[in-house]
């Protein structure tokens, strides 16, 4: 299938007092057509710091984009000019948000920031602009459409103000749809409805979904393929069955071990990975998780592990294989 | 993350101009002063209904009467009618005082959008602006330009007229309004909406306009009014020193001027339009007072007293 992004070799890094950290770290993915893509990782590992360098949305300054290439039908969104990527903006790639309270404009009703984008990319009159909106509205579950127009967003709840964040971000049927942790800050029976819904639209409207998370078994019935990060690299990608039955870089182990299991016949206590990720102030010149990592050798301390194939369409960058303990 | 203050205020249903309307009427003192305003300023707009004789007739026959049914606020040092003055001399005074406002609000609004929005060196090169403004002498500074700009034969600055000295006070008034909305800028410039909107494809222009400006509304409103009564104030004290509008033209602070001299016998040319100033002011005031405890969320528990 065609790659609808690729993003290759992505560098990012924010200057700080006294230099620079350095956030993304030569990151690669793509998203083929229809695909879901979950990228997964703890908190500050460089997860939403990489989607929108793509989309160009990270301060700059602060930040800086010093390297990599993000192709997104046939152009290098990296390299467009404001104003072109304004048009990719909103109309070819839609956004979601964590927190679907601040992401709305509190002072402007529903409907006037749904059919923002329409004014914005396709020019329709007010009322056509309307009429899509509502469909948008009622299509992500949300009753009584017309009158919900006119709310503001302090009237939605927060599952409802997610779920009006999803048409905003579906009302101009984008090719990719980045969700950015879009069901953190709700409460867990909403955040199934939530996943639901976004299958659902997936199916319908058939566009790719780059899904951020660090929620590993909510990402489980989701994704298609999921891309590990860590300290700002890919650790591991693969597709999402092969990565639960075998992961191979010892932090999605953890990842994995710390999480409880519906098919465990005896009770166990969870895993947790000791330490904190760490935040670079300089490119490291062994692995990043190596203070972390039980397999750890000497060569891990000497090289950053590159990506290595463990099976044809799953890759994990470690030296050591982790179930032989031997290395690669 | 903090829920909005808006969704603290309202859980029910409600629009939020009902919910504004709401809040002001529970401020007894705003609304009673507004009363006060609305009447004066129905007064005062239709003055050429109210007045009783033409407010620059002379009739030095009847000079210096007091307070009496012919003329109910007496008569001033040539025999014209206080009253008819009086309510005539609103005119400049209020429209002055709106006109500079808004030119104040105007300025303000924009240097402090462009000001907190872009930051760096356009902040930098706004804000140091704002100081020169801040630091020079004002009422110096406006004794000059009104006399300069009176002297220039503009057509649209003919004497009499009233654009120069509000565009004098407008155009040295502004610096408060720009600090308060780069402030306000600042903060919602970094919220996650601004980046929303940026997200679908919105213009710096749009996002300024439609997104920011909004939000700082409340703010500049309050701030409007209370600059109002500054405005008021100001060309008052201009015209009481010579320097504004010109007689035979009646504003109140210009009527005031002639009176000095007859404070002792002649209170009442001192008393009416110095109490239609002082009435004005202080209504304006608790106008924005209200407007500032209806619109301003974190208020809302304060609003009763």
């Known amino acids: 299938m065609d790659d609808i992004l690729n993003v290759q070799n992505l560098e990012t890094r924010f200057k700080v007092k006294g230099g620079w950290n350095h956030a993304v770290n030569g990151v690669s993915f793509r998203v083929s057509e229809g695909e879901t893509l979950g990228i997964v990782g703890e908190s500050g590992c460089g997860k939403s710091v990489s989607v929108m360098s793509i989309t160009r949305l990270i301060p700059i300054p602060p930040g800086q984009i010093t390297a990599g290439t993000a192709m997104f039908g046939g152009r290098d969104l990296l390299k467009l000019s404001d104003q072109e990527l304004s048009k990719v903006r909103g109309a070819e790639i839609g956004m979601v948000y964590q927190e679907p309270m601040t992401a709305f404009n509190p002072v402007l009703s529903i409907g006037r920031q749904l059919t923002e984008p329409l004014e914005v990319h396709q020019g329709l009159t007010r009322q056509q602009a309307n009429a899509r909106a509502e469909e948008l509205l009622s299509l992500v579950g949300i009753p009584n459409p017309k009158e919900r127009m006119r709310d503001y967003p302090h009237q939605f709840s927060g599952g409802m103000r997610q779920r009006a964040m999803i048409a905003m971000a579906l009302v101009c049927s984008p090719k990719l749809l980045i969700a950015d942790e879009p069901t953190t800050a709700l409460d867990v029976t909403i955040q199934a409805q939530i996943v639901r819904l976004v299958k659902e639209l997936r199916q319908q409207l058939g566009m790719s979904i780059i899904w951020i998370t660090h929620d590993l078994s909510l990402i489980a019935g989701l994704a298609h393929r999921i891309v590990v990060m860590y300290a700002g690299y890919v650790i591991e990608e693969a597709p999402i069955k092969k990565l639960y039955a075998n992961p191979s870089h010892p932090y999605t182990m953890g990842l994995l071990n710390s999480l409880p299991r519906l098919d465990e016949s005896e009770h166990r206590r969870l895993e947790s990975i000791d330490g904190l990720p760490p935040i670079l102030h300089k490119k490291p010149s062994g692995c990043p998780f190596a203070p972390r990592c039980r397999f750890v050798v000497e060569r891990c301390h000497r090289e950053v592990p590159a990506l290595l194939t463990v099976e044809e369409d799953h890759r994990a960058a470690c030296w050591v294989n982790p179930h032989t303990r031997r290395e690669r | ?305």
Do not use: C
């Open chain 2, 1 to 305: 993350m903090a829920e909005t203050p808006l969704a603290i205020a309202v859980e029910q249903k409600e629009s939020l101009f009902r919910r504004f309307v709401y809040q002001f009427l529970k401020h007894g003192m705003a609304v009673f002063w507004s009363m006060i305003l609305l009447g004066i300023i129905v007064l005062v707009a239709g003055a050429p209904l109210f007045q009783r004789y033409s407010p620059t007739d002379q009739d030095l026959y009847n000079r210096f009467q007091p307070p009496s049914a012919e003329h109910w606020m007496g008569t001033d040092d040539l025999g014209r009618d206080m009253w008819s003055r009086t309510i005539n001399g609103g005119r400049i005074s209020l429209v002055v005082g709106l006109l500079a406002m808004s030119i104040a609000i105007g300025i303000g609004t924009l240097v402090g959008l462009l000001s907190g929005f872009f930051g760096g060196w356009v902040d930098a090169v706004l804000m140091r602006l704002t100081e020169i403004f801040q630091s020079v002498p004002r009422l110096f500074l406006l004794l000059v330009l009104t006399t300069f700009l009176r002297q220039l034969d503009l057509p649209w600055l003919r004497p009499g007229t009233f654009w120069p000295i509000a565009a004098v006070i407008g155009g040295l008034s502004w610096m408060g309004v720009a600090r308060l909305v780069r402030g306000n800028t600042m903060e919602l410039r970094d919220q996650e909406f601004v980046l929303a909107a940026r997200m679908i494809g919105v213009g710096n222009l749009r996002i300024l306009l439609r997104h920011i400006l909004p939000n700082v509304a409340s703010p500049i409103i309050v701030t409007a009014t209370l600059g109002l009564a500054g405005a008021i104030i100001t060309e008052s004290g201009l015209s009481y020193l010579g320097f504004g509008v010109q007689l035979p033209t009646p504003t109140w602070g210009n009527m005031l001027s002639a009176t000095q001299k007859y404070l002792t016998s002649a209170p009442w040319m001192a008393i009416f339009p110095g109490m239609m100033i002082f009435l004005v002011v202080i209504a304006i005031n608790y106008l924005g007072d209200g407007l500032r405890d209806a619109l301003d969320p974190y208020h809302v528990e304060k609003g009763e007293k």
